[in-house]
C-alpha cells in the first residue's frame, strides 16, 4: 500500500491473477497511467487498440486493456467512478506550452514523472506511449468535438484492475494545474497491489 | 512537382520529407484508407503523438487546418485542406487479426498479392530506419471516418471517401513519412484503393496560424525545434 503524492510516480509489478486498486483518495485527481508486459516491455498497453476492440472510447467495468499485439494486459474489474479516459494523453511540459503558453514551460508535467519512474524498470522515451487517464473526464461528441471537463469522481472512489499476465504497472499523478482535470488543486492517490490469490 | 507515387492499395511506403513541402494525398478509389505516421528525420524519438495533437486542438478527429503535434510539442505537419471533414484519429491501424476474416495470403500462394496489414506494413517500413516495435505510435487513418455517438460509442463509417477524395499536408519539419494504403481495421471488405502521393514545394499557408492559438503555438515550436 502506497501514498503517492501530486507529481510524483509509481511503477510496480503486478503478477498475473494480481490485483492493483488506484484510490482518488480526496477526489477528482487524474491517474496517469501505463502498462507494459513486465517480460517484454515493447508489447505495451495501446490506447487506440483497446478503445477500437471494445467500440468505446470511454473505459470502465469490464474494458479489456490490451496492447500492441492485442493481449489482454490487464482488466478493469472494479470501477466505482463509471468512466475514465484514455484519449487525452499525458500532460507534458512541451504540450503545457501548446495549450497555455510559454509560461507553462517549466512547470511539473506527468512526462517528466513517466520518465523518471520508467527508467527504474527500463522504460525510456521509446517506451512511453499513449496512457489512461484514471479519473479523468474527456468527453467526446458527435460532431468530432473533445474537452476536458471537471472530473467524476469524489474522494475514497477507485478503480481495481486485474493481471491476466505479469504487468509493470507506471502511474504519475498528475501535477496540472492548467485546467480542471485535478479540481485546479493535485492530491494525493493510494495504490495498493495485491498479490495472486 | 518534385515526386509523384502511387502507393498500391494495401501496401506501405516511407519518404524523407523536407521542412516545407506539400504532400497531396489522392484517393484513386472508393473507400481508401491511409494509416500516417510521422516522425521528426532528425530526431525519430520525436513522434507524431495523436493525444496532444486531439487535445490541444479540442477535436476527436483529424481535420483542416489543425496541426499535427509530437511528443515533444512541435508541430510536425499541417494539414491545409481536405476534401473531407473527418479522418480517424482514434481506432489505430488493422493488425493481422483484421486482416485474417478476408483471408492472410503468403507470397508463397499469391506473390505480390499477398494481403499485408497496415501494421505489418508501417513495422516494415520502420525497420528500414531502424526502428521496429518501440516506435509504432497511434496513426491517423486519412480518409477513414469512425463516428462517435454521444455515449463514447464508435462505428465506421462505410464509403465515407469516393475517388478522388484529398487531403494536403503541410511539413512544419524534415520528418519522415510511414504510410500503408492496408485496409482500416474496421473495415468489412478486403478493397484497398492505391493513393497517389504528390509532393511539392508548399505554398504559404496561414490557416493553422489563425485557427486556434495551440496550432499557432506548435507551429511557432517547429519554427524553433532546432536553433
Ligand atoms: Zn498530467
Redesign the interface.
Known sequence: MTVVPAGEGFVGLVRAGGTVRIIDLEGNQAADTLLYDAHD???RY????T??EQ????LTTGSQLLS?E?DVLMTLTADTVG?HDT????C????N???Y??HTRHMHACRETFLRTGAQVGIG??????NINFFMN?????D?????ADGLSSPGQYVELTAERDVFVLISNCPQLNNPCNGWNPTPIQVVVREPA | MLVAHDVPGGAAWSVRVRAGRELRCTALGPDANLSLLLLRADDPLDRLNVPDTLKAQMSACVRAPMVLMSDRGIGLATVTGSSLDWHDALCGHSTDVHVAPFGLTSYQDVRNERRVSARAGLLSELRKHGRDRADLHGSVNLFSKVALDDSGGLARVPGWSAEGDWVTLRSEVELLVLMSTSIHPLATTWAPPPVRVEISEAPADESARLFRDESARALEQAARAVV
Open positions: 516491455l515493447d508489447n495501446s490506447a487506440f487498440d478503445i477500437r467500440r468505446s472510447a470511454y500492441t492485442l468512466r484519449i487525452g494523453g499525458a507534458s511540459q512541451e504540450s506550452v501548446l495549450r503558453g510559454e522515451a521509446r517506451q512511453l506511449t499513449h474527456v468527453p467526446v461528441t458527435s468530432g468535438g473533445l474537452s476536458f
